[in-house]
């Protein structure tokens, strides 16, 4: 069986971040069965502009874009920043909606945070509009996760651990 490109995307604007290393350890865990790519430092794209958006997107968002065509899933690990979603991820979907590239893409939605609840309810909201396919199973809330992420990575809540595991085998299901 041939590995399953996965684009995955670093909604935190912080480097070594907790949903950075989550992001790491997922892209380990999986190795054997996904090639990932991950999309790190989201505050280096330019903003949204809608004038641009279709008739003259700039290069990064070209191949922003084609990086979601080829996957054959997506992950989004995210915070969750104001009891919502950080900007740099709104910017990144933004970028996408006027055109299909997420309708019907498998995605797993990962909500790391001091607590969380608004911005992952926000995310799949945001999902469900540009019509991404996911489902319970696929979607991981994960509140306190400086807790819960060790320095060098490691997941050391067991329960955690266990969440994580039964979301990548659900995410493996819908792809």
Not at 3 to 31: C, H, M, P, Q, R
Not at 35 to 40: H, I
Not at 49 to 62: A, G, L, T, V, W
Not at 141 to 153: C, F, H, N, Q, T
């Amino acid at each position: 069986m041939s590995k399953k490109n996965i684009f995955i995307i670093v909604g935190s604007a912080s480097e070594n971040s907790s949903n950075e290393k989550l992001v790491d350890y997922i892209a380990n865990e999986t190795v054997g069965f996904f090639k990932t790519t991950v999309l790190r430092n989201l505050k280096y794209l330019p903003h949204f502009d809608p004038e641009m958006s279709n008739e003259n997107p700039p290069q990064e968002i070209i191949a922003l874009r084609e990086h979601i065509v080829q996957a054959d899933g997506i992950i989004i690990c995210t915070p969750e920043y104001v009891f919502s979603i950080p900007s740099g991820l709104k910017n990144v979907i933004e970028w996408c909606v006027s055109t299909v590239v997420l309708s019907d893409k498998p995605v797993g939605l990962i909500t790391a945070s001091a607590h969380g609840q608004k911005g992952h309810e926000e995310l799949k909201l945001i999902m469900k509009t540009v019509m991404a396919k996911f489902t319970d199973d696929t979607t991981l809330l994960i509140s306190g996760v400086k807790g819960k992420v060790s320095r060098d990575g490691q997941i050391t809540d067991t329960q955690t651990r266990n969440d994580v595991t039964k979301f990548i085998e659900k995410f493996k299901e819908i792809i």
